[in-house]
């Protein structure tokens, strides 16, 4: 996030806005819309973690762990709370599997929950997984989690989201409507 390129958008945030959401929730697409509408840089941690290690958070999880994906997450989610112009944050859904990394982003981030119920998360993971095998590479762990075993880390990792106050439902709704609701409600009329 090098400051030489940086601009001054119409809109303007205290702090970073993270999204986030179980795997299907469209937040990376939800982020894009905002970053559209409003003018506001986007951070899609995933895609910068991928430039910055040179391969996909797959293939870095699958031949080195997760520590140097968790390492570098750390370093764009920092770049991302010290830019000069605060931006919008598509967090993935490991960065609430991490302590450190969740106490950073609700430290120093306004943190937005996009809420898919578990059933609807289920029936997007599958359909997505058929589509694209690398997607929600992990938690279906390549394609070989029992429906029963994909259905327990959705479960886990929903459970961290419940403490976060503000929850936007995205079941039914199309990315674009998503961030034309979240930006009316922050104040931020497109």
């Not at 991928?50 to 958070?57: K, N, Q, Y």
């Not at 992990?138 to 394609?143: E, N």
């Amino acid at each position: 996030m090098d400051d030489y390129y940086a601009y001054t958008p119409l809109l303007r945030l205290e702090r970073p806005l993270a999204l986030v959401g179980a795997p299907g929730a469209a937040v990376e697409r939800t982020a894009r819309a905002v970053n559209l509408l409003s003018g506001l840089p986007l951070v899609a941690v995933d895609r910068r973690v991928e430039h910055l290690l040179g391969r996909s958070v797959e293939l870095v999880q699958l031949e080195s762990g997760s520590t140097p994906r968790t390492e570098t997450e750390a370093g764009v989610l920092r770049e991302a709370v010290a830019a000069r112009t605060k931006p919008i944050v598509a967090l993935t859904d490991v960065t609430y599997t991490d302590d450190a990394l969740q106490a950073l982003v609700e430290t120093e981030m306004d943190v937005v929950l996009l809420h898919l119920d578990l059933a609807d998360a289920l029936e997007r993971v599958a359909a997505e997984a058929v589509a694209d095998r690398r997607k929600h590479y992990a938690l279906t762990q390549a394609g070989r989690a029992s429906p029963d075993e994909v259905r327990a880390a959705l479960e886990v990792r929903l459970a961290r989201y419940r403490h976060l106050a503000r929850v936007v439902p995205v079941a039914g709704r199309a990315p674009l409507e998503v961030a034309q609701g979240l930006l009316a409600d922050l104040g931020m009329v497109t």
